[in-house]
T-cell receptor, first 112, second 115 residues
Framework: GENVEQHPSTLSVQEGDSAVIKCTYS??????FPWYKQELGKRPQLIID?????GEKKDQRIAVTLNKTAKHFSLHITETQPEDSAVYFC???????????FGKGTTLSVSS | GAVVSQHPSWVICKSGTSVKIECRSL??????MFWYRQFPKQSLMLMAT?????????EQGVEKDKFLINHASLTLSTLTVTSAHPEDSSFYIC???????????FGSGTQLSVL
């Protein structure tokens, strides 16, 4: 089945810096890749997603890039702010298209 | 976005008791709901996929007799942790695919503590 690897597990940046989180997936048939942000004790919230027919998508300070050949996709956060501090999860839709498989998560800490 | 409601948010129970968690889609019909388990500082682990009107599909290693799932309507799925033990203590979170059948929306989660 689908396997999703996520790096790094923790990431600390200064306010205003950029943050990049990378994920790789195993199933070449996967075609949908969302990113979720989870604050402590709260539910995961979808922040951005990308389909396999697109190489890059941007929404204000957040962007996602996808390399289908290499089977990896990345989350880019620019001009980070303390409120960006949270756990970020990448995910890939499994081959059957029936479930999202999550990476292990990245704890992002933005210090002011 | 679509709203998924989950109750209760926190349960403390004695070892051996059963606990039922409800997951409702409030403004859309959810043909498929998913149940995840999350340990502290860890990722979301898929436990089972619940389809309305049929038996749930469990992931490898998840005991179906231990974690009973019922999806009796298009807006409600329940997870019952039977004869709970301390090792079942965890954060359980449901989710459902929205009207476009792709984006996943999460419930607020249930923290289960078994004494």
């Amino acid at each position: 089945g689908e396997n999703v690897e996520q790096h790094p597990s923790t990431l600390s940046v200064q306010e205003g810096d950029s943050a990049v989180i990378k994920c790789t997936y195993s199933d070449s048939a996967s075609n949908y890749f969302p990113w979720y942000k989870q604050e402590l004790g709260k539910r995961p919230q979808l922040i951005i997603d990308i389909r396999s027919n697109v190489g890059e998508k941007k929404d204000q300070r957040i962007a996602v890039t996808l390399n289908k050949t290499a089977k990896h996709f990345s989350l880019h956060i620019t001009e980070t702010q303390p409120e960006d501090s949270a756990v970020y999860f990448c995910a890939a839709l499994n081959q059957a298209g029936t479930a999202l498989i999550f990476g292990k998560g990245t704890t992002l800490s933005v210090s002011s | 976005g679509a709203v998924v409601s989950q109750h209760p948010s926190w349960v403390i129970c004695k070892s051996g008791t059963s606990v039922k968690i409800e997951c409702r889609s409030l403004d859309f019909q959810a043909t498929t709901m998913f149940w995840y388990r999350q340990f502290p500082k860890q990722s979301l682990m898929l436990m089972a996929t619940s389809n309305e009107g049929s038996k749930a599909t469990y992931e490898q290693g998840v005991e179906k007799d231990k974690f009973l799932i019922n999806h009796a309507s298009l807006t409600l799925s329940t997870l019952t942790v039977t004869s709970a033990h301390p090792e079942d203590s965890s954060f359980y979170i449901c989710s459902a695919t929205g009207p476009t059948n792709e984006k996943l929306f999460f419930g607020s989660g249930t923290q289960l503590s078994v004494l």
